[in-house]
């Protein structure tokens, strides 16, 4: 398993989070179409056919442990099946802006626990990159226009805005699925090639998703769903399932967590960006400054430092 130099490394990141950003914004009309759940389980299915010849363990591919299969059961059932339900749920009860200002605490949940579990040395530099990038995720969140509970399908119903309290707390589990998402992965890429684990913990998500999935298709007008639906659901199916993870996983072989964490500062730069060019949506002021800092972050931790700029010369 070769390891990636550190500039491509950086590329795979970015390119990672620039193409969750760019499902996220054109997914709206597969949410507005199909049941949560049923996409889920589509979502994975169709990532599971195509990542099928990915799954054979490779020559050079040690055999799996125990304590390997614990972390792929982990990393699917935090990253992909327990962050979307936190996800959706926490946004339910309280709203997208509230949502975007918590999350902009993923970098720094990313330092901390790769600091904690992984026992990485984190330079000052690094902080104030993770720093400007929790600012510059905030500034975006704040800049968009406010929409209230009141005007989100809310899971209390009338009583939702008696339920912030249960809003916030299951966007801070969004956030700390995200964080271990990314600590367990770096800890993956010691011992598997990135393909193997993108395809095996698309497998646990379609295991994970299969009972509701199925329970919701049993009462599903399929025939209702038109072709330019099935071609999105196929596009956002494999960025979602296959590039976006292998390219992470990728990344991180040869980049420490906490500096990848970094990169997730371009989920929202690309959202907005498609949101824009694709979408008809339009920048503010306050989001324009919002994306310097988040540029500014990722470029503060991946500039070569004094020491590594001497050693290359």
Same mark, same amino acid.
């Given at each position: ?34 049941? %949560? ?8 299915? %169709? ?51 509230? /949502?975007?200002? %918590?999350?902009?605490?993923?970098? /720094? ?9 992984? @026992?990485?040395? %984190? ?57 271990? $998402?990314?600590?367990?992965?770096? @800890? ?6 990135? @393909? ?18 199925? $329970?919701?298709?049993?009462? +599903? ?14 596009? $956002? ?40 060019? /694709? ?11 919002? +994306? ?22």
């Amino acid at each position: 398993m070769s390891t990636p130099s550190r500039p491509l490394a950086y590329l795979c990141l970015a390119l990672s989070m620039s193409l969750v950003g760019s499902y996220v914004a054109l997914s709206k009309p597969l949410a507005a179409t199909l049941p %949560i759940f049923l996409l889920a389980w589509l979502r994975f299915g %169709i990532g599971a056919i195509a990542m099928a010849h990915w799954l054979p363990k490779p020559a050079d591919e040690p055999p799996l442990t125990a304590s390997t299969r614990r972390l792929l059961f982990l990393e699917a059932f935090l990253g992909n099946f327990l962050f979307t339900l936190c996800m959706i749920s926490g946004v339910s009860l309280t709203s997208a802006v509230t /949502a975007g200002v %918590i999350m902009a605490g993923i970098p /720094a949940a990313v330092a901390v626990m790769s600091w904690f579990f992984l @026992k990485e040395r %984190i330079s000052a530099r690094t902080w104030f990159a993770v720093a400007l990038a929790v600012l510059g995720i905030g500034l975006f969140a704040l800049s968009k226009p406010e929409h209230s509970a009141h005007g989100t399908p809310a899971l209390g119903g009338e009583n939702a805005p008696n339920m912030a309290w249960l809003g916030h707390l299951l966007l801070v589990g969004a956030v700390l699925c995200e964080a271990a $998402y990314s600590v367990i992965g770096k @800890k993956l890429t010691g011992t598997l090639g990135p @393909k193997r684990i993108t395809s095996l913990i698309n497998l646990w998500g379609f295991a994970l998703a299969t009972p509701l999935g199925v $329970y919701t298709a049993l009462r +599903f007008d399929f025939s209702a769903v038109g072709w330019n639906t099935w071609l999105l659901l196929l596009f $956002y199916a494999l960025a979602a399932c296959m590039w976006t993870v292998w390219l992470w996983m990728t990344g991180l072989k040869a980049v420490p967590a906490a500096q990848g964490g970094i990169f997730t500062v371009l989920l929202p730069v690309s959202a907005a960006l498609v949101g824009v060019l /694709a979408l008809g949506e339009s920048f503010n002021a306050m989001q324009l400054l919002a +994306f310097a800092l988040a540029l500014a972050s990722v470029l503060l931790a991946t500039l070569p430092s004094r020491l590594a700029r001497r050693v290359g010369s």
